[in-house]
């Protein structure tokens, strides 16, 4: 959010009333499990998991999914409704840090969303509606686990979030390509016994140097800085 903010972007603190996406989600996922699963080469070699994931599925049938779509697209009219005052809405990708490597190994299906329910918080909602996001760098948690911060845009608005995702990345790189310049300049040219003329040039130059590390350094403690924020959705117009 703050690095937004920096690049002139009017960012908004809000609190939505998300729409519940579970009845329209679940349906759609043991669905689209037992066909996907029909259509592997080689069903046998499937993990466990997914085969009972697949036995599990038979109650959601095509009236049941049916209703699933139904219930999606009332998600989606509603967070239409909420995009037209909002330009992104920008959230954590995890409202949790990441969980250690194997945590669901040997537990079945359902153990399974359970563990894995807290992770999808802000994402499983955009799956069922169908509005564009992208997870973006977001720093490291004070443990050195990555993180990403999700951006999302209203129907149809795909350009505007790449648009953004772009510039964000895009600002950092520009003030580390300068400041790589600068140093490569100092280093080349300013090796000896300035005269009075190289003297103010290396003056002007190190005022680069510092300009361009100051800005570099401010752009990496914008993106680790949501690491540890509350994640609650800002709002970038």
């Known amino acids: 959010a703050d690095r937004l903010a920096g690049l002139g972007h009017d960012v908004q603190h809000i609190s939505p009333r998300w729409p519940a996406p579970t009845t329209a989600f679940l349906p759609q996922f043991y669905a689209g499990m037992r066909v ?39 998600v989606t009219a509603a967070l239409d409704t909420m995009f037209a005052d909002w330009d992104v809405l920008l959230t954590p990708t995890l ?63 795909e350009g505007r979030l790449l648009a953004l995702a772009a510039q964000l990345h895009h600002r950092r790189a520009l ?22 003329q190289a003297r103010i040039q290396r003056v002007i130059l190190e005022a680069g140097i510092i300009t361009e590390r100051a800005w570099a350094q401010w752009c990496q403690d914008a993106i680790e800085a949501p690491a540890d924020a509350d994640p609650t959705p800002e709002r970038p117009g």
């Open 36 to 74: 996907e699963a029909g259509q592997v080469e080689h069903p046998k070699l499937l993990e466990p998991r997914t085969k009972a994931t697949v036995r599990l599925s038979g109650w959601a049938t095509d009236r049941v999914v049916a209703r699933a779509l139904r219930a999606g697209e009332r």
């Open 95 to 157: 409202p949790v840090p990441p969980p250690p490597l194997g945590q669901l190994d040997g537990r079945g299906t359902l153990r399974s969303q359970i563990l894995s329910t807290p992770l999808v918080g802000f994402t499983t909602i955009f799956n069922v509606s169908g509005h564009p996001a992208v997870s973006v760098p977001a720093g490291l948690t004070r443990e050195g686990w990555p993180v990403g911060a999700q951006l999302v845009a209203g129907m149809g608005q």
């Open 175 to 196: 003030h580390e390509a300068r400041l790589a310049a600068y140093e490569v300049i100092a280093e080349r040219d300013f090796g000896g016994e300035p005269d009075r």
